[in-house]
């Protein structure tokens, strides 16, 4: 039997293997953009913050496009939590962000023809689908539930992300929270356009669980975080680890709840946000300083370490194409042994 793991995701991305590297903002993620890329999945561009403003905005995301355009040959994606809803200094950012990747994308050729891939997350896509549809890049966005991915599929986006409440970064709110095996399967009985599968996703045992329940492919954030050519600090990925079963909990994020590690950083920003002493735009100001703080300066214990409840099955820092292809092989072995079990 000769099984092969590709499904229509990867002919409308072009791309090997039905696998995304997820949106890490506001970390840097170019080396570990070109380097999934490079290995056959779709590497993706994180933003450097949702509270730098227009200007750093549109220079930083310029300057990333350019990096990953260079390190490797092959399609990338972008991705920019967005909301209308917003503080308006992340208005703004936002906006640049998204208007900085259009214009510098019709520039240049090279450009235009790889980054394939705008992923919206966070709040409403719909200030910013036309825009992008009519730059012809392709359009995902993440949802938490089967009732947001039908609104999407309406607004005329071209897939969807469903993130499980394990995830790590931006979560559900605790009483609308819906975990991975129940939101997959929801999903893709809800919509016809492609979903892909996020939240808890790490191994070859987790992407055919996602492709069994209608998945077209995965996105995996925390699994390739903890990666040799990933840019995040040497601190950061050991303490993902060396992290198991409880050891994350829900903070509050820039945009709701978001999980991270527990340590002193996250414990102090929810005894902050409850004190309500600080102004919301000083209160995110120092959410973004504290998450720059453990990536940057690898302080676990003061900074805040997103990261999903998936670190329990994560031991190594192995390379991305180690990642990738132990997913590939294991995933095809995986499939053959179901079907001579199931006669
Ligand atoms: C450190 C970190 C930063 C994240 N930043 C973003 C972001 O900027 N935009 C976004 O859409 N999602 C963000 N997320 C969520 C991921 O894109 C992804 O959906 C999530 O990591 C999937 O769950 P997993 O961590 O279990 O793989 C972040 C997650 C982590 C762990």
Redesign the pocket.
């Known amino acids: 039997m000769v099984v092969s793991i590709k499904t229509e995701l990867c002919d409308l991305l072009g791309i090997e293997y039905p696998i995304i590297q997820?949106?890490?903002?506001?970390?840097c993620t170019v080396n570990l953009a070109a380097a999934v890329s490079n290995a056959g999945a779709l590497g993706?561009i994180?933003?450097p913050g949702m509270t730098v403003g227009p200007e750093i905005a549109s220079e930083k995301i310029r300057e990333y496009m350019h990096t990953v355009k260079k390190k490797t040959k092959n399609n990338f994606a972008i991705?920019?939590?967005v909301g209308e809803h917003v503080p308006d200094i992340m208005l703004k950012t936002t906006d640049a962000y998204i208007d900085t990747v259009i214009e510098e994308r019709e520039k240049d050729p090279d450009l235009k023809r790889r980054l394939v891939l705008y992923?919206?997350?966070?709040g409403s896509p719909a200030r910013y689908h036309k825009k992008i549809k009519d730059s012809g890049l392709l359009h995902f966005h993440?949802v938490p539930s089967a009732y947001h991915a039908k609104k999407m599929e309406k607004m005329g986006l071209d897939g969807v992300?469903a993130?499980?409440y394990?995830?790590?970064?931006?979560t559900h709110l605790p009483n609308r929270a819906v975990h991975t095996f129940v939101l997959i399967p929801s999903v893709t009985d809800s919509v016809k356009i492609p979903v892909v599968a996020?939240?808890?996703?790490?191994d070859a045992k987790t992407l055919v669980a996602a492709l069994a329940l209608g998945a077209q492919g995965v996105?995996?954030?925390?699994?390739?975080?903890a990666t040799r050519e990933s840019d995040?600090h040497i601190n950061y990925k050991r303490f993902i680890v060396e992290s198991g079963e409880w050891s994350d909990m829900v903070a509050p994020g820039v945009y709701g709840p978001?999980?991270?590690l527990r340590n002193k950083g996250a414990e102090e920003i929810i005894k902050l946000e409850a004190e309500g002493v600080l102004p919301e735009e000083e209160l995110n100001k120092l959410k973004d300083e504290r998450?720059w703080a453990s990536?940057r300066d690898g302080d676990v214990v003061n900074g805040l370490?997103?990261?999903?409840?998936?670190v329990s099955r994560i031991n190594n820092i192995p390379s991305v194409s180690e990642v990738i292809e132990n997913i590939i092989r294991e995933a095809t072995e995986i499939i053959k042994k179901l079907n001579g079990v199931l006669k």
């Open positions: 997820a949106g890490l903002g506001p970390y993706t994180s933003i991705n920019t939590p992923i919206t997350s966070a993440v992300i993130s499980g394990e995830a790590g970064g931006h996020a939240g808890g996703i790490c996105q995996m954030g925390t699994r390739f975080i995040f978001a999980r991270c998450l990536e370490v997103s990261a999903g409840q998936v």
